[in-house]
């Protein structure tokens, strides 16, 4: 038995030699399109996937999610179309590799599974760049954000920034120094925050037409005139790594963007000089001149659509679009197959059965889809056989998540750019990524992680997954919010927070639509937090009384067991706020009468009774009148029942509800 990376090129090597007996029929054949069933029961994970008859050969391989070696594999028979792992525990993650070797080809396939793995209710830390150009005009939609983000257990670091002011096509060497110190503050920022808590700082992300790095000397859609330069997000994730300015001396690129020297403020790397510490995305909606909408309305578009998906106003089905116009740009031995990153990825995230192929802007027109993948040859401003730019313009593509590859528009620092085009349309689409040069690895979102997540995994991975061609690269860059997941719980709504009479804090909430097994109640001296839970187990109803009466913001978020193609996990909504201050407002005490009842016969109508109104106030005034009940029934044994009072709302007093005596007996005792 040999460990992944060995079997793979023995597969690669096999392969190389013989004349292929078979070709794949068809691109999907060279992933192997993995999912997931589990039980509890006993504990049993299902790997499942479609059969090849062409294959000869599987091996299954297991790790934790952050280990790079995969270890020995498991060997199977060349017709398996599944594997069950009884070496599992309920509330654990695992991820398997899948490699298939057949006639004339091979496929892999990458799954992240587990069975009810635990809440995430503490993300960590994610720093906000915010250009601060529009600061101001986007006050309502970046303070809505924040809070979404801090709702999903997130702490926002932010910083407003200058907004790049170096053209990257401007050559002269006055301005090789204002490049290279606009990079250096962003970076500065980013990594003071890490300093200061490397544990927890785990995210950027970039809003606006933050400076943008540049670094490399590489071409990888294979294009000479496009040789030099390509944009380097991952510089402000990398928070080790040593980035020099003093070896390339390229000048050849057709767009002078490319060109770089030493000096320049532009980097040496094409690989990457370390791994990647933060996940980094980035909503840069500058330079769109197709669209009708100036940079300041496609971002508050933006932040709208972000806000919509994430409290489920703006869904999509959950399912997966592949438009492939490029097929296998290799060999069947050593396949560069572009559209495999739909195959693979979509499987463990829906199952097999659930990834669909179909035109891009005719499918999504009228169908919506979570995610689509899309390639074709390529300009700066299209892919023959998926659009244009324009076509973002007037097509509002029903689609959130969203892979694209062609040449030229990976580089996506560019006017009119199609991979950014995409972010512009109205209502869905919130990521984008140039995925096939190298292959993304998505698979973690199945199971609850973030698209950033996925982004870093994509950006320091080597061989630890099948990367195709141009791994560990510069280029590799996330366009869209980094923090996004998934899978949405709907929100529950109007939470309300009252004082009550016994010294604490009453709160109440509107249920959420979704069948959710229960709700978290957090407090925060702030809005901003960090949040602490009160409840030690799920609140099964929608109320909850705080004992500790004081200035506090309130926090309920819903949770639901989620499962999808790749297994189970616990899931939470958005959080909704509430804040509250005490007051010196009188005490209302409300109760009932205590009443006597004979056993058998019907309950009587209980009488409030209302102690410390002022002012000329009565019950009348009341905005809410209170409800009192008791767990007594015509039929209930005798003796001595409570009598509850709830309900009862009113901004004018803190309503202390107590509870009285029902006393049961039988006639004449």
Same mark, same amino acid.
């Given at each position: 038995m040999t460990n992944r990376t060995t079997h793979v090129a023995l597969i690669c090597g096999a392969l190389c030699g013989i004349a292929a007996s078979a070709q794949a029929q068809s691109v999907s054949d060279y992933a192997v399109r993995i999912s997931a069933t589990v039980q509890t029961n006993p504990p049993q994970i299902t790997l499942s996937w479609p059969a090849d008859s062409h294959s000869t050969g599987y091996w299954v391989y297991r790790k934790s999610r952050d280990d790079t070696s995969w270890g020995t594999g498991i060997p199977l028979a060349i017709n398996a179309t599944s594997y069950v792992d009884t070496n599992v525990v309920t509330g654990n993650t695992y991820e398997y590799g899948m490699y298939k070797l057949a006639s004339g080809y091979y496929g892999e396939g990458f799954i992240y599974t587990g069975i009810m793995a635990p809440l995430v209710e503490d993300r960590g830390k994610v720093v906000l760049i915010v250009d601060n150009t529009y600061a101001t005009s986007l006050t309502a939609e970046l303070a809505r954000l924040q809070q979404d983000l801090v709702g999903d257990g997130w702490t926002v670091l932010r910083h407003d920034v200058a907004r790049m002011a170096v053209d990257p096509a401007n050559t002269s060497s006055s301005v090789w120094a204002a490049r290279s110190n606009e990079l250096a503050n962003v970076k500065g920022l980013i990594q003071a925050d890490y300093n200061a808590d490397p544990a927890n700082v785990k995210a950027v992300f970039l809003f606006?037409?933050?400076?943008?790095?540049?670094?490399?000397?590489?071409?990888?859609?294979?294009?000479?005139?496009?040789?030099?330069?390509?944009?380097?997000?991952?510089f402000y994730g990398d928070m080790n790594g040593v980035w020099t300015d003093g070896s390339v001396n390229d000048v050849g690129g057709s767009d002078h963007r490319t060109w770089n020297v030493p000096g320049d403020g532009k980097f040496d790397q094409t690989l &990457?000089?370390?791994?990647?510490?933060?996940?980094?995305?980035?909503?840069?909606?500058?330079?769109?001149?197709?669209?009708?909408?100036?940079?300041?309305?496609?971002?508050?578009?933006?932040?709208?659509?972000?806000?919509?998906?994430?409290?489920?106003?703006?869904?999509? &089905?959950?399912?997966?679009?592949?438009?492939?116009? &490029?097929?296998?740009?290799?060999?069947?031995s050593q396949p560069d197959v572009p559209a495999v990153n739909g195959w693979r990825n979509f499987a463990?995230?829906?199952?097999?059965?659930?990834?669909?192929?179909?035109?891009?802007?005719?499918?999504?027109?009228?169908?919506?889809?979570?995610?689509?993948?899309?390639?074709?040859?390529?300009?700066?401003?299209?892919?023959?056989?998926?659009?244009?730019?324009?076509?973002?313009?007037?097509?509002?593509?029903?689609?959130?998540?969203?892979?694209?590859?062609?040449?030229?528009?990976?580089?996506?620092?560019?006017?009119?750019?199609?991979?950014?085009?995409?972010?512009?349309t109205t209502n869905y689409t919130l990521t984008s990524v140039w995925a096939s040069r190298p292959n993304w690895m998505f698979h973690h979102m199945a199971l609850g992680e973030t698209i950033g997540f996925?982004?870093?995994?994509?950006?320091?991975?080597?061989?630890?997954?099948?990367?195709?061609?141009?791994?560990?690269?510069?280029?590799? #860059?996330?366009?869209?919010?980094?923090?996004?997941?998934?899978?949405?719980?709907?929100?529950?709504?109007?939470?309300?927070?009252?004082?009550?009479?016994?010294?604490?804090?009453? &709160?109440?909430?509107? #249920?959420?639509?979704?069948?959710?097994?229960?709700?978290?109640?957090?407090?925060?001296?702030?809005?901003?937090?960090?949040?602490?839970?009160?409840?030690?187990?799920?609140?099964?109803?929608?109320?909850?009384?705080?004992?500790?009466q004081a200035t506090n913001t309130y926090m309920v978020r819903a949770v639901n067991l989620e499962v999808s193609g790749s297994g189970s996990y616990y899931n939470a909504s958005q959080g909704i706020f509430q804040s509250f201050t005490p007051s010196m407002l009188p005490a209302l005490t409300i109760s009932a009468q205590n009443t006597n009842k004979i056993y058998g016969a019907p309950l009587p109508t209980f009488i409030p009774l209302y102690s410390g109104f002022t002012n000329g106030d009565t019950p009348a005034s009341l905005t809410a009148q209170p409800v009192l009940s008791t767990p007594a029934t015509p039929l209930s044994p005798v003796g001595t029942y409570p009598i509850h009072a709830s309900g009862a709302v009113s901004s004018n007093y803190a309503i202390d509800r107590k509870s009285t005596r029902l006393n049961s007996s039988h006639l004449g005792i």
């Open positions: 606006g037409h933050v400076p943008v790095p540049y670094s490399g000397n590489l071409a990888p859609d294979g294009h000479n005139d496009h040789v030099g330069a390509w944009p380097a997000d991952v &990457l000089p370390s791994n990647v510490e933060l996940q980094v995305g980035r909503v840069d909606l500058s330079n769109l001149p197709a669209f009708p909408q100036n940079e300041a309305q496609l971002l508050r578009q933006y932040l709208n659509k972000d806000h919509n998906f994430r409290n489920k106003v703006v869904t999509a &089905l959950g399912r997966g679009l592949i438009n492939d116009n &490029l097929g296998n740009l290799g060999t069947p463990s995230m829906f199952g097999a059965s659930n990834s669909f192929a179909g035109g891009w802007l005719t499918t999504l027109a009228t169908q919506s889809y979570l995610w689509g993948y899309a390639c074709g040859g390529g300009t700066y401003t299209s892919a023959s056989g998926v659009g244009n730019t324009w076509n973002f313009v007037t097509n509002d593509t029903q689609v959130v998540f969203t892979m694209l590859f062609g040449s030229y528009f990976g580089d996506w620092d560019s006017q009119n750019n199609f991979l950014r085009a995409q972010l512009g996925s982004a870093r995994v994509t950006q320091n991975n080597i061989d630890t997954y099948d990367g195709n061609l141009f791994v560990n690269e510069v280029h590799i #860059a996330l366009m869209g919010d980094p923090t996004l997941r998934m899978h949405v719980v709907a929100p529950a709504s109007n939470l309300v927070a009252a004082a009550n009479g016994s010294g604490g804090v009453d &709160l109440s909430w509107n #249920a959420s639509p979704d069948p959710v097994l229960g709700y978290h109640v957090y407090r925060a001296p702030t809005s901003a937090g960090p949040f602490t839970r009160l409840n030690t187990s799920l609140v099964t109803t929608t109320s909850f009384t705080d004992s500790v």
